[in-house]
């Protein structure tokens, strides 16, 4: 059996594998093989850069596949240099110079506080990767705590990726519009490798053990080598992301298009289905799907291949 190309359904690489065998073909011909799904496939080899043109046409797979590979090259890379600094640490395990690299936080009340250290003393940046399941990790606000403008006004910026699946949480939602609400950078990741904070990039907080496994402890983790690694983690999760906010830098000047059409844009033209970037803003898929109709009405076209295609074209730097 043939090898699949990640993250593609077996309609989307079949249709890749015919425009690659037959060359160009009109949108007609190729809905008269595949059906009206055919916009939809097209579309998302579009985005993914395995199609090109009008009529549409495959590119050479040496070519469109080669950021697949090199993204492999880079995660053994990091496998690699994972493994190294975890050699580092059981050399050191014995004898460390400042105290154990970690921490075991057994309690929540342990986590909680820890959490709230980490968020209170940062000066500089904090990191942090949000995973599904959702755990809250914020005291209820009483009287005489600190204000939301307080909050807002925090002086260290912040960078926060979380997950789609994270949605299904309203508490997740709720945390998604707190961080923007302090200004946060947000962006979403359709898989993270473990929750984790990260403030200053001197310490850490994350996971003992891998995702998924219930009721795992959480790590304290001080200075040295294993925050660097988290950080350089944490750095190549931000680059994959999707970015929530519009970035006008993105659009031409002329696109005429207003920050929540940009946003839906942005986040169509990265992959995100409807459903998620719904989730994402937090409103219906109705809402959404009324903002795409509009959007499409300004482009003059019909379908979201068409609309991914005007986009590139005329509207995207």
């Excluded at 998302?44 to 993204?71: C, F, K, Q």
């Excluded at 496998?79 to 059981?90: A, F, I, K, P």
């Excluded at 998604?176 to 990741?189: K, N, T, V």
Aim: aromatic content about 6%; charged content about 25%.
């Amino acid at each position: 059996m043939p090898h699949r190309i990640a993250g593609l359904s077996h309609e989307q690489e079949r249709l890749y594998r015919h425009l690659l065998a037959t060359g160009p073909a009109s949108i007609g011909e190729l809905e008269g093989q595949f059906g009206e799904q055919v916009h939809d496939d097209l579309y998302e080899l579009t985005v993914r850069g395995l199609v090109h043109g009008d009529p549409p046409m495959a590119r050479r797979p040496s070519i469109a596949l080669n950021g697949v590979l090199t993204a492999h090259e880079a995660e053994l890379r990091r496998v690699q240099s994972y493994v190294e600094d975890l050699d580092r640490m059981y050399d050191n395990a014995h004898q460390p110079e400042d105290g154990d690299a970690t921490t075991v936080l057994p309690s929540r009340e342990q986590v909680l506080h820890w959490y709230e250290v980490l968020n209170a003393t940062a000066e500089h940046e904090i990191m942090q990767l949000v995973t599904h399941p959702f755990l809250p990790l914020k005291r209820p606000e009483r009287t005489g705590e600190t204000s939301s403008q307080d909050r807002v006004n925090h002086p260290a910026k912040c960078r926060v990726i979380f997950e789609w699946q994270a949605f299904q949480s309203q508490s997740a939602i709720n945390g998604l519009h707190h961080s923007l609400d302090r200004g946060c950078e947000i962006r979403l990741a359709e898989r993270l490798p473990h929750k984790l904070l990260i403030s200053d990039r001197r310490m850490a907080m994350t996971p003992r053990y891998p995702r998924d496994r219930e009721r795992s402890p959480m790590l304290l983790v001080q200075p040295g080598a294993l925050v660097d690694f988290l950080v350089h983690a944490f750095e190549s999760e931000w680059e994959r992301a999707l970015p929530l906010q519009p970035d006008p830098g993105q659009f031409t000047s002329s696109s005429g298009l207003d920050s929540d059409e940009m946003a839906v844009l942005e986040m169509l033209v990265g992959g995100a289905p409807v459903e998620r970037i719904a989730s994402a803003l937090n409103v219906h898929t109705r809402t959404v799907n009324r903002r795409l109709e509009g959007i499409k009405r300004k482009a003059g076209v019909t379908t979201l291949f068409q609309l991914g295609a005007f986009a590139s074209r005329h509207w995207l730097n």
